[in-house]
Protein backbone atom coordinates (compact mmCIF):
# COMPACT_ATOMS: atom_id res chain seq x y z
CA UNK A 1 0.00 0.00 0.00
CA UNK A 2 1.59 2.89 -1.23
CA UNK A 3 1.63 6.16 1.86
CA UNK A 4 -0.21 9.03 0.59
CA UNK A 5 2.13 12.48 -0.67
CA UNK A 6 3.09 14.79 2.89
CA UNK A 7 5.51 15.06 5.91
CA UNK A 8 5.18 12.83 8.88
CA UNK A 9 4.12 13.98 12.25
CA UNK A 10 7.90 14.20 13.13
CA UNK A 11 8.96 16.24 10.48
CA UNK A 12 6.24 18.57 10.80
CA UNK A 13 7.00 18.87 14.90
CA UNK A 14 10.86 19.39 13.92
CA UNK A 15 10.20 22.07 11.61
CA UNK A 16 7.26 23.79 14.10
CA UNK A 17 9.98 23.85 16.60
CA UNK A 18 12.86 25.24 13.77
CA UNK A 19 10.61 28.02 13.24
CA UNK A 20 9.83 28.71 16.92
CA UNK A 21 13.92 29.06 17.49
CA UNK A 22 14.17 31.63 14.13
CA UNK A 23 11.09 33.55 15.64
CA UNK A 24 12.94 33.62 19.39
CA UNK A 25 16.16 34.98 17.57
CA UNK A 26 14.66 37.57 15.49
CA UNK A 27 12.40 38.64 18.80
CA UNK A 28 15.94 39.16 20.81
CA UNK A 29 17.61 40.64 18.03
CA UNK A 30 14.35 43.16 17.70
CA UNK A 31 14.65 44.19 21.21
CA UNK A 32 18.37 44.54 21.42
CA UNK A 33 18.67 46.49 18.45
CA UNK A 34 15.66 48.36 19.98
CA UNK A 35 17.49 49.03 23.55
CA UNK A 36 20.50 50.16 21.63
CA UNK A 37 18.08 52.66 19.37
CA UNK A 38 16.60 54.34 22.62
CA UNK A 39 20.03 54.54 24.21
CA UNK A 40 21.20 56.20 21.11
CA UNK A 41 18.77 58.95 20.77
CA UNK A 42 18.66 59.33 24.29
CA UNK A 43 22.10 60.58 24.07
CA UNK A 44 20.93 62.37 20.87
CA UNK A 45 18.62 64.43 23.39
CA UNK A 46 20.86 64.58 26.33
CA UNK A 47 23.66 65.97 23.96
CA UNK A 48 20.93 68.50 21.82
CA UNK A 49 20.69 69.75 25.71
CA UNK A 50 23.55 70.41 26.67
CA UNK A 51 24.90 71.69 23.38
CA UNK A 52 21.91 74.61 23.95
CA UNK A 53 22.60 75.62 27.14
CA UNK A 54 26.16 76.13 26.79
CA UNK A 55 25.28 78.07 23.06
CA UNK A 56 22.72 80.32 25.43
CA UNK A 57 25.28 80.83 28.06
CA UNK A 58 27.91 81.71 25.56
CA UNK A 59 25.66 84.27 23.65
CA UNK A 60 25.13 86.12 26.75
CA UNK A 61 28.94 85.73 27.42
CA UNK A 62 29.49 87.60 23.90
CA UNK A 63 27.23 90.55 25.40
CA UNK A 64 29.13 90.53 28.65
CA UNK A 65 30.23 93.95 30.27
CA UNK A 66 33.53 94.77 32.26
CA UNK A 67 31.46 95.86 35.05
CA UNK A 68 30.36 92.91 36.93
CA UNK A 69 31.05 88.97 37.40
CA UNK A 70 30.70 87.06 39.74
CA UNK A 71 31.88 83.14 39.59
CA UNK A 72 31.06 81.37 42.93
CA UNK A 73 32.28 77.57 43.22
CA UNK A 74 30.65 75.18 45.32
CA UNK A 75 31.63 72.13 46.71
CA UNK A 76 30.77 68.79 47.03
CA UNK A 77 31.46 65.67 45.13
CA UNK A 78 29.17 67.21 41.83
CA UNK A 79 30.06 70.95 41.74
CA UNK A 80 26.84 73.18 41.60
CA UNK A 81 28.67 76.83 40.91
CA UNK A 82 27.25 80.14 40.19
CA UNK A 83 27.54 82.63 37.42
CA UNK A 84 26.28 85.97 37.19
CA UNK A 85 27.29 88.94 35.08
CA UNK A 86 26.22 91.97 33.67
CA UNK A 87 25.28 92.48 29.87
CA UNK A 88 24.07 94.63 27.27
CA UNK A 89 20.90 93.68 25.99
CA UNK A 90 18.59 95.59 23.85
CA UNK A 91 15.01 96.87 24.86
CA UNK A 92 13.45 94.28 22.66
CA UNK A 93 14.79 91.70 24.59
CA UNK A 94 13.34 93.28 27.99
CA UNK A 95 10.25 93.18 29.56
CA UNK A 96 8.00 96.74 27.73
CA UNK A 97 7.77 97.65 31.59
CA UNK A 98 11.14 97.04 32.62
CA UNK A 99 13.48 98.38 29.97
CA UNK A 100 14.90 101.55 30.54
CA UNK A 101 18.56 101.11 29.31
CA UNK A 102 20.50 98.54 27.61
CA UNK A 103 22.71 97.06 30.84
CA UNK A 104 20.83 94.04 32.36
CA UNK A 105 22.18 90.95 34.27
CA UNK A 106 21.88 87.04 34.16
CA UNK A 107 22.58 84.79 36.48
CA UNK A 108 23.13 81.05 36.54
CA UNK A 109 22.36 78.37 39.26
CA UNK A 110 21.37 74.89 39.59
CA UNK A 111 17.97 74.16 41.41
CA UNK A 112 15.51 70.77 42.37
CA UNK A 113 12.55 71.52 40.93
CA UNK A 114 9.35 69.90 41.95
CA UNK A 115 7.65 68.32 38.36
CA UNK A 116 4.50 66.19 39.41
CA UNK A 117 5.74 64.02 41.89
CA UNK A 118 9.69 64.33 41.07
CA UNK A 119 12.36 66.38 41.63
CA UNK A 120 14.55 67.23 39.10
CA UNK A 121 17.66 68.91 38.96
CA UNK A 122 18.06 72.08 36.97
CA UNK A 123 20.23 74.66 35.48
CA UNK A 124 18.50 77.74 36.14
CA UNK A 125 18.51 81.55 33.92
CA UNK A 126 17.75 84.88 36.17
CA UNK A 127 17.25 87.32 33.95
CA UNK A 128 17.56 90.98 35.23
CA UNK A 129 16.41 94.02 32.93
CA UNK A 130 17.50 96.90 32.63
CA UNK A 131 14.99 99.08 35.12
CA UNK A 132 15.86 96.37 37.89
CA UNK A 133 19.72 96.46 37.53
CA UNK A 134 19.63 100.35 37.66
CA UNK A 135 17.34 100.65 40.94
CA UNK A 136 19.73 97.53 42.34
CA UNK A 137 22.80 100.37 41.55
CA UNK A 138 21.05 103.57 42.79
CA UNK A 139 20.13 101.56 45.76
CA UNK A 140 23.46 99.95 46.71
CA UNK A 141 21.74 96.05 46.37
CA UNK A 142 23.40 94.94 43.69
CA UNK A 143 24.39 91.53 45.80
CA UNK A 144 20.22 91.31 45.94
CA UNK A 145 20.71 90.57 41.70
CA UNK A 146 22.40 87.28 42.85
CA UNK A 147 19.56 85.64 44.43
CA UNK A 148 17.04 83.24 43.34
CA UNK A 149 13.67 84.78 42.33
CA UNK A 150 10.39 83.06 41.25
CA UNK A 151 10.56 84.68 37.76
CA UNK A 152 13.81 82.80 37.10
CA UNK A 153 13.16 80.07 34.57
CA UNK A 154 14.81 76.36 34.26
CA UNK A 155 16.96 76.17 30.90
CA UNK A 156 18.40 72.32 30.99
CA UNK A 157 17.13 69.47 32.96
CA UNK A 158 19.11 66.82 34.60
CA UNK A 159 21.57 68.42 34.88
CA UNK A 160 24.32 66.94 37.46
CA UNK A 161 26.82 69.72 37.69
CA UNK A 162 27.51 72.84 36.53
CA UNK A 163 31.30 74.00 36.55
CA UNK A 164 32.74 77.58 35.94
CA UNK A 165 35.93 79.00 36.25
CA UNK A 166 37.38 82.28 35.31
CA UNK A 167 41.09 82.25 32.89
CA UNK A 168 43.08 85.11 32.47
CA UNK A 169 46.04 84.81 29.87
CA UNK A 170 49.63 84.70 30.96
CA UNK A 171 52.84 86.82 29.61
CA UNK A 172 53.90 83.62 28.52
CA UNK A 173 51.15 82.05 26.50
CA UNK A 174 49.58 79.88 29.57
CA UNK A 175 46.31 80.34 31.21
CA UNK A 176 45.84 81.05 35.15
CA UNK A 177 43.12 80.87 37.45
CA UNK A 178 41.14 83.92 37.77
CA UNK A 179 41.00 85.24 41.43
CA UNK A 180 38.00 88.07 42.13
CA UNK A 181 39.74 90.92 44.44
CA UNK A 182 36.92 92.39 46.06
CA UNK A 183 38.52 95.45 46.66
CA UNK A 184 39.52 96.89 43.63
CA UNK A 185 37.02 97.65 41.37
CA UNK A 186 38.95 98.78 38.26
CA UNK A 187 40.91 95.04 38.80
CA UNK A 188 41.05 92.80 35.18
CA UNK A 189 37.91 90.55 34.23
CA UNK A 190 39.31 87.03 33.35
CA UNK A 191 39.69 86.49 29.50
CA UNK A 192 37.75 83.67 28.78
CA UNK A 193 35.41 81.49 30.93
CA UNK A 194 35.42 77.61 30.94
CA UNK A 195 32.22 76.00 31.89
CA UNK A 196 31.33 72.21 32.03
CA UNK A 197 27.93 70.81 32.32
CA UNK A 198 27.17 67.30 33.50
CA UNK A 199 23.76 66.15 32.81
CA UNK A 200 22.14 63.17 32.91
CA UNK A 201 20.10 60.95 30.47
CA UNK A 202 16.50 60.69 30.29
CA UNK A 203 16.99 56.81 31.45
CA UNK A 204 19.15 58.48 34.07
CA UNK A 205 16.62 60.73 35.21
CA UNK A 206 13.57 58.69 34.96
CA UNK A 207 15.22 57.03 38.38
CA UNK A 208 16.34 59.92 40.37
CA UNK A 209 13.11 60.96 41.75
CA UNK A 210 13.91 62.88 45.30
CA UNK A 211 16.74 65.22 46.24
CA UNK A 212 18.49 62.59 47.94
CA UNK A 213 18.67 60.65 44.58
CA UNK A 214 19.57 63.86 43.12
CA UNK A 215 22.84 63.84 45.83
CA UNK A 216 23.90 60.07 46.58
CA UNK A 217 22.14 57.47 44.09
CA UNK A 218 24.96 54.71 43.38
CA UNK A 219 23.45 54.89 39.81
CA UNK A 220 25.22 58.59 39.33
CA UNK A 221 28.67 56.75 40.13
CA UNK A 222 31.45 59.31 40.72
CA UNK A 223 32.44 62.26 38.93
CA UNK A 224 35.46 61.29 37.60
CA UNK A 225 34.44 58.71 35.70
CA UNK A 226 31.84 60.53 33.76
CA UNK A 227 33.32 60.96 31.04
CA UNK A 228 33.25 56.93 30.53
CA UNK A 229 29.34 56.72 32.33
CA UNK A 230 26.70 55.68 29.51
CA UNK A 231 24.64 57.41 31.30
CA UNK A 232 25.69 60.94 31.30
CA UNK A 233 26.50 63.47 28.82
CA UNK A 234 29.58 65.67 29.76
CA UNK A 235 30.34 69.02 27.60
CA UNK A 236 33.01 71.43 28.41
CA UNK A 237 33.16 75.12 26.30
CA UNK A 238 35.84 77.78 27.15
CA UNK A 239 34.21 81.36 25.84
CA UNK A 240 35.87 84.88 25.56
CA UNK A 241 34.72 87.13 27.86
CA UNK A 242 32.61 89.65 26.12
CA UNK A 243 34.54 92.90 27.16
CA UNK A 244 37.83 91.07 25.50
CA UNK A 245 36.53 90.93 21.94
Not at 31 to 52: F, L, M, P, Q
Request: glycine fraction near 8%; include cysteine.
Amino acid sequence: MKRAPGFTLIEILASTAIGAIVLLLAVASLRTTGNEYGRNTDGVAAEREARAILTLVAEDMSKATAGKLEIEEASGEWRKDKLGFTCLQPPDAQAKDEAIGDLCLVYYYVKDIEIGRETVRCLMRGFRASKVVFDALRNDTVDSLYEERTVDEPVAFGVLSFEVEGLTRQTGGGWKVWEKKTDDPTAEMPDVVRMKLVVARRELIGKLRTTADWDSSPLIGDPADADRSKLLEVYEITHPFGHAN
